[in-house]
């Protein structure tokens, strides 16, 4: 599903403006990211959690040369799917 299909679906299920949809699913992306950038987590009950996980720095290898190279340390986001979703995927 892309971002204007997801639209749509909300503006459907909720009755609401497309506009106000892209507004409103704009506005949960944009806080979202900006509590993970600020390193918070966030928990939504029944959906899952967001969080910040670190990545260690490591050595790999460059497949196209095959050179040893370092890959630095960093960090990524990452979702953790609560038990009703995971239930309601299951099913």
């Known amino acids: ?8 679906a909300v503006a459907a ?11 409103a699913l704009d506005a949960v992306v944009n806080t979202i990211t900006d509590a993970l950038a ?6 939504i009950v029944g959906f899952g959690s967001f969080e910040v ?7 790999s290898i ?3 040369t095959k050179q040893p190279i370092h890959v630095p340390a960093k960090k990524v986001p990452a979702f953790k799917a609560g038990k ?4 309601a995927v299951d099913k």
């Open 1 to 8: 599903m892309k971002k204007s299909e997801l639209i749509a």
């Open 13 to 23: 299920k909720g009755g609401y403006s497309k506009k106000d949809a892209e507004k």
């Open 38 to 43: 600020n390193g918070e987590k966030i928990s």
């Open 53 to 59: 996980r670190e990545r260690a720095a490591k050595e």
């Open 62 to 64: 460059n497949p196209a």
């Open 84 to 87: 009703a979703l995971k239930e």
